[in-house]
Every structure is written in C-alpha cells, then in structure tokens.
C-alpha cells in the first residue's frame, strides 16, 4: 500500500525559507511523478511542483519558478521542496501525491492516485 507523509511545515515569516519532506513507501517509486499541490482556505488545490523519479527532470508552476525547488533522494525515498523568499500568498496546506503519468498532466489534480495528509505553511507578512 502507498504512503506518502509529509513533514516541515510552520509558522516563517516572509522572506524566510522552509523545506518540506515527503516521505513514501509502499512500492518502487522510479516510474512515478511526485507532486507538491496546495490549497489556500476558499481556493481550489492548485499545482506547484513535480519531478519525474527516474530521470529527475523538474516542473514548476510559474508563480513558484525561482523561489522553490523540488528534489529527490533516493535512498531515503522522499522528495524535497525547498521553499525561499516565502511570501504570504505561499500560505496553504501542502500536499504530496504520486502517479504514474505522463509530462503534460502533470500539473492535474485529478491525475493523481496517491496523497498525503498534508503539512501547513503559514507565512506571516
């Protein structure tokens, strides 16, 4: 069964950075496209970040480009999304999901099999 958990979440002020940890299990991971989405309270969840497990290859979505970076270890199992220069709209829960998908849905929610539970970011002004 998959398992994704994820960690790092809190209270930053803007400009401060966070990372969070997306931790999974379950299966081998090599052939999945791992995700960050978010969802602020009243707004639709909404794409941030993917990365394609075998090959590394990174996607972002643009109001993210340049501040955030999503990376993977293998041997730890568990994706990363480094957040800088954080601002108070970055404020939402994060989620991790897995699918096995190709590069142009990447950034559907619907695409997606697996979730995490979710981690709060509150980025204070």
């Known amino acids: 069964q998959v398992q994704l958990v994820e960690s790092g979440g809190g209270l930053v002020q803007a400009g401060d950075s966070l990372r969070l940890s997306c931790a999974a299990s379950g299966r081998t991971f090599s052939t999945y496209t791992m995700t960050w989405f978010r969802q602020a309270p009243g707004k639709e969840r909404e794409f941030v970040a993917a990365?394609?497990?075998?090959?590394?290859?990174?996607y972002y979505a643009p109001s993210v480009k340049g501040r955030f970076t999503i990376s993977r270890d293998n041997a730890k199992n568990t994706v990363y999304l480094q957040m800088n220069n954080l601002k108070p709209e970055d404020t939402a829960v994060y989620y991790c999901?897995?699918?096995?998908?190709?590069?142009?849905?990447?950034?559907?929610?619907?695409?997606?099999?697996?979730w995490g539970q979710g981690t709060q970011v509150t980025v204070s002004s």
């Open positions: 999901a897995a699918a096995q998908i190709s590069t142009t849905v990447v950034n559907r929610r619907d695409a997606y099999h697996y």
């Open positions: 990365i394609r497990w075998g090959s590394g290859n990174a």
